[in-house]
Nanobody, 113 residues
Framework: VQLVESGGGLVKPGGSLTLTCVASGFPFRDSGMSWYRQRPGEGRELIAQIGNLGMTSDYADSVKGRFLILRNNGKNTLYLQMSDLRPEDTGVYFC???????WGRGIQVTVSS
């Protein structure tokens, strides 16, 4: 199993970023997926999850209305569209296969002026 995140970086407050997670080694279209965030000095926080067909999704209150989780099963790819970014969104973002201990290595997102 491999999950590889990309798309992170430095962005100013109010800006946008889209994270991508490319999956391999398992039946992606059969798996629910999630994005987690780890802020500096804190544990990992579940911020968004999506069902295997992309028909259902759920968000943490801290990102609801600003972040959008999407998937393309034909490309084995998970996305996190982030808008109206705030300094408190700074952290390392991980994609995860639900119900399994399969994690990506994480990607840094820094929101700062």
């Amino acid at each position: 199993v491999q999950l590889v995140e990309s798309g992170g970086g430095l962005v100013k407050p109010g800006g946008s970023l889209t994270l991508t997670c490319v999956a391999s080694g398992f039946p992606f279209r059969d798996s629910g997926m999630s994005w987690y965030r780890q802020r500096p000095g804190e544990g990992r926080e579940l911020i968004a999850q999506i069902g295997n067909l992309g028909m259902t999704s759920d968000y943490a209150d801290s990102v609801k209305g600003r972040f959008l989780i999407l998937r393309n099963n034909g490309k084995n790819t998970l996305y996190l569209q982030m808008s109206d970014l705030r300094p408190e969104d700074t952290g390392v973002y991980f994609c995860k296969r639900n119900q399994y201990h399969d994690w990506g290595r994480g990607i840094q997102v820094t929101v700062s002026s």
